[in-house]
């Protein structure tokens, strides 16, 4: 089962460099979301979506975009990495927004020099 | 003010002691509450859901209380295994739908 699968698990950015975190489901999940958790602080809610085509922000969008042009495909680009941007990320979808359990991914730990 | 609040710890405790984590949040507009479990440097994976009449699964409890607007959870007979962070998670109103809100999450540590 694959579940929800994010890649890289690891990346190294220099500054300005731009790069797409990957997220795909195959649960068919409707509800999809990205996370960042930073040394001591949970997750922090960056984008997430509704479905294919809708997409809204979380509480730390800036410097984030997001598509959801299919229901299993999410990806998160970084248009122009910076320092702050160190942290994990997470992908998690859901059956349904809001409401039920979430499906999260292992994770990619960002490093932005 | 955070919407969701949780002391951060650490709790240490011994094995087999009783521990209880409570977490407030702020939007009384809420309707769905859970606790995740969190091991280092691993994904949050769901511990429990949260309802209004309280529930139970083995050894953990969790309760609501929409008056005060906290949910807690109640370890019993804590195991080496159950050392983690706990993080509380509240959905909250947004626009015509719910994003889920995680709180900064508890840790605990149970010594032999």
């Known amino acids: 089962n694959a579940g929800v699968t994010q890649t890289p698990k690891f990346q190294v950015l220099k500054t300005g460099q731009s790069m797409t975190l990957q997220c795909a489901q195959d649960?068919?999940?409707?509800?999809m979301s990205w996370y960042r958790q930073d040394p001591g602080m949970g997750l922090r809610l960056i984008h997430y979506?509704?479905?294919?085509?809708?997409?809204d922000q979380g509480e730390v969008p800036n410097g984030y975009n997001v598509s959801r042009s299919t229901t299993e495909d999410f990806p998160l680009r970084l248009l122009s990495a910076a320092p702050s941007q160190t942290s994990v990320y997470f992908c998690?979808?859901?059956?349904?927004?809001?409401?039920?359990?979430?499906?999260f991914g292992a994770g990619t730990r960002l490093s932005v020099l | 003010r955070k919407e969701v609040e949780q002391d951060p710890g650490p709790f240490n405790v011994p094995e087999g002691a009783t521990v209880a984590f409570n977490c407030t949040y702020s939007?009384?507009?809420?309707?769905?509450f859970f606790w995740y479990r969190q091991d280092c440097r691993k994904e949050p994976k769901l511990l429990m859901s949260?309802?209004?009449s309280g529930n139970e699964d083995g050894r953990f409890t969790a309760q609501l209380n929409r008056a005060s607007q906290y949910i807690s959870l109640l370890i019993r007979d804590s195991k080496l295994s159950d050392s983690a962070t706990y993080l509380c998670v509240v959905n909250i109103p947004a626009d015509s739908s719910y994003k889920l809100i995680f709180g900064s999450g508890t840790r605990l540590l149970v010594r032999p």
């Open positions: 979506s509704v479905g294919a085509g809708i997409t």
């Open positions: 939007n009384s507009a809420s309707q769905s």
């Open positions: 998690a979808s859901s059956p349904r927004q809001g409401q039920n359990i979430q499906y």
């Open positions: 949260v309802y209004s």
């Open positions: 649960m068919n999940h409707e509800y």
